[in-house]
């Protein structure tokens, strides 16, 4: 059953705390990416990875690290310099970054700060 | 730079009616366009999208989206709305001729269909 899957689906965080998003697909694709959505904000790209061991920021890095060294696998790790991490997070991928293919998303994980 | 703009931020609807979801974008070349629908708590279900070729496009459960290049415009339509097709719809955008490019969403509208 192939797909994208992010864990966990709730996660909590204290202040100053890291916190590290899962994110695994099993369709073979180059590219992935991180998103982050907030109410009445659509959704806003924080890295994206065109192939293993490469990453680019997105619009909204500050705050955020990821790692590419598996093509199945692309955690995002929220650090504790995000000023306002609460959010919903939603990892993605599609086959590549140059072609006309749609991207498919996972379930999300909501983060709240406590 | 690529943009997307969704100028609703709430459509409503009578179960039965026809609906239509806006989204005007903005590329320096040529459009790829896409229709996601997220249901809440859930992740982007791909509906339909616009490569080239033939303007009106038709993709999951019914929906169809016509590319308008004089008017940047790739509007979201239904002939007949269900309760169950209530959800937050976004419009996406990548540019076909930047080389390589990640896709660009709108905010969202959010669609809600009465009984």
């Known amino acids: 059953d192939g797909g994208i899957t992010q864990s966990p689906k709730y996660l909590f965080r204290k202040e100053g705390q890291n916190v590290t998003l899962s994110c695994e697909q099993n369709l073979n694709h180059d590219a992935m990416y991180w998103y982050r959505q907030d109410p009445g904000q659509g959704l806003r790209l924080i890295y994206y990875s065109q192939i293993v061991n490469d990453f680019q920021k997105g619009d909204i890095a500050e705050g955020y690290s990821v790692s590419r060294e598996k093509k199945e696998s692309f955690p995002l790790t929220v650090t504790s310099a995000q000023k306002n991490p609460t959010a919903f997070y939603l990892c993605?991928?599609?086959?590549?970054?140059?072609?006309?293919?749609?991207?498919?998303f996972g379930q999300g994980t909501r983060l709240t700060v406590v | 730079a690529q943009s997307v703009a969704q100028p609703e931020d709430q459509v409503n609807v009578a179960e039965g009616n026809p609906l239509t979801v806006k989204c005007t974008y903005s590329?320096?070349?040529?459009?790829?366009l896409f229709w996601y629908v997220q249901y809440p708590n859930r992740g982007l279900q791909f509906l339909l999208k616009y490569i080239t070729g033939d303007n009106l496009v038709k993709g999951s459960y019914g929906f169809e989206a016509e590319f308008n290049k004089s008017q940047t415009s790739f509007h979201l339509k239904k002939p007949s709305a269900l309760v169950s097709d209530s959800a937050l719809y976004f419009c996406?955008?990548?540019?076909?001729?930047?080389?390589?490019?990640?896709?660009?969403f709108g905010k969202g509208t959010m669609l809600l269909v009465s009984p």
């Open positions: 996406a955008v990548r540019d076909r001729d930047s080389g390589y490019s990640t896709l660009t």
């Open positions: 590329v320096s070349g040529n459009p790829y």
């Open positions: 993605a991928s599609s086959k590549s970054t140059v072609t006309n293919t749609e991207a498919f």
